[in-house]
């Protein structure tokens, strides 16, 4: 499978959301339910462009045959005390898992974050999605606490395992 793994431009707008409003609905795992995502293409625009324009952000897209496939953003801290710090928010269609994407996404992140002198990575992960931890700890992602009931799935209580990786 031959997929391009690049970083975000403002004409991907579009597609960033088709491929969000997808995984919205083929996963329980990313954090909206199906039709609560409300983002406006213009809005999308605009928040592409603000993470584009921070030093310590980017959104990297796995893209196949002219589609997104997925992607991952990579937020920066906002102040000088957590500048060094990424927060890490991944989704990879459901047909396209188990090719390696997630792992080359996270490949090209810590090496933009290294380049731009950054020091933490970190997210969070609901305690079912197995898969998404075991690329995570493969990543050197190490589980740092557990947000007990910080989400509610189908009437449920899930639980959140906090994860962070240092870079040296």
């Known amino acids: 499978m031959n997929i391009t793994i690049r970083t975000i431009t403002v004409d991907d707008a579009d597609s960033l959301l088709k491929l969000q409003h997808q995984l919205d609905r083929e996963t329980k795992f990313m954090l909206l339910e199906p ?21 310590n952000g ?7 045959e002219g589609k997104l496939v997925g992607y991952l953003y990579a937020n920066g801290g906002g102040a000088r005390r957590n500048a060094h710090t990424l927060y890490l928010v991944i989704g990879i ?22 380049e731009k002198g950054l020091h933490r990575m970190e ?44 870079l040296d």
């Open 123 to 166: 997210l969070g992960v609901m305690t079912a999605n197995t898969a998404g931890i075991a690329l995570y700890s493969k990543m050197g992602f190490v589980i740092e606490g557990t947000r007990k009931h910080a989400y509610r799935v189908d009437g449920e209580w899930v639980d959140e395992l906090m994860m962070g990786k240092i």
């Open 35 to 55: 039709g609560e995502r409300t983002t406006t293409l213009e809005k999308a625009r605009e928040n592409i462009q603000r993470v584009l324009d921070q030093p």
């Open 58 to 64: 980017t959104i990297l897209v796995a893209e196949h």
């Open 93 to 114: 269609l459901q047909a396209y898992t188990g090719h390696g994407i997630g792992t080359r996404l996270f490949e090209q992140l810590e090496k933009w974050a290294r």
